[in-house]
T-cell receptor, first 112, second 114 residues
Framework: GQQVMQIPQYQHVQEGEDFTTYCNSS?????IQWYKQRPGGHPVFLIQ???SGEVKKQKRLTFQFGEAKKNSSLHITATQTTDVGTYFC????????????WGLGTSLAVNP | ETGVTQTPRHLVMGMTNKKSLKCEQH?????MYWYKQSAKKPLELMFV???????ENNSVPSRFSPECPNSSHLFLHLHTLQPEDSALYLC?????????????FGSGTRLTVV
């Protein structure tokens, strides 16, 4: 079945270092969404990308959607301790626009 | 008030108990969802409601029974659960039904079945 894979599963960085997580879909996606879940918290919507090759920025966060609309990345510049959490990507299930297929997430730890 | 409110935050129940989870959204959204989050598994969609009508039942066992009395409220009725049902249950809403809209999640109910 359709899968959304994220790498790496875990990442430890020193505060101030950059961080990137990658999301790869087994099928072409009409859009991709990114969420952040803090430890003990719930997923919070960050952004949605729709266009092939789209790049969007939110302060230190840069989101990209691949040209083939099968992969995406989230890059954080100069990480801070507030960036700690798990970052999920999700895209619509092929043929069923009511359902999102979720990745397992990338857990980010930041050492101060 | 926060956008999506879930109660209770924590619940411990025996396998013979009956309990209900409650979700309320104050965003004027028209679609509501129940998700199950377990360790080392992707978020699992359980039920989808659009304008109070159930439009998706993702092969969820009958021991989970949803109810949506209006577009602002969603319940998940639980009975005769199994220990493997222990998980974080998340309610979410979106402007309209579909995977083209960002979801707003509640804080979740951490359920433990003993």
């Amino acid at each position: 079945g359709q899968q959304v894979m994220q790498i790496p599963q875990y990442q430890h960085v020193q505060e101030g270092e950059d961080f990137t997580t990658y999301c790869n879909s087994s099928t072409t996606l009409s859009n991709i969404q990114w969420y952040k879940q803090r430890p003990g918290g719930h997923p919070v919507f960050l952004i949605q990308l729709v266009k092939s090759g789209e790049v969007k920025k939110q302060k230190r966060l840069t989101f990209q959607f691949g040209e083939a609309k099968k992969n995406s990345s989230l890059h954080i510049t100069a990480t801070q301790t507030t960036d700690v959490g798990t970052y999920f990507c999700a895209g619509p299930e092929a043929g069923n626009n009511r359902k999102l297929i979720w990745g397992l997430g990338t857990s980010l730890a930041v050492n101060p | 008030e926060t956008g999506v409110t879930q109660t209770p935050r924590h619940l411990v129940m025996g396998m013979t108990n009956k309990k209900s989870l409650k979700c309320e959204q104050h965003l004027g959204h028209n679609a509501m969802y129940w998700y199950k989050q377990s360790a080392k598994k992707p978020l699992e969609l359980m039920f989808v409601y659009s304008l109070e009508e159930r439009v998706e039942n993702n092969s969820v066992p009958s021991r989970f029974s949803p109810e949506c009395p209006n577009s602002s409220h969603l319940f998940l009725h639980l009975h005769t659960l199994q220990p493997e049902d222990s998980a974080l249950y998340l309610c979410a809403s979106s402007q309209w039904i579909g995977a083209n809209y960002g979801y707003t999640f509640g804080s979740g109910t951490r359920l433990t079945v003993v």
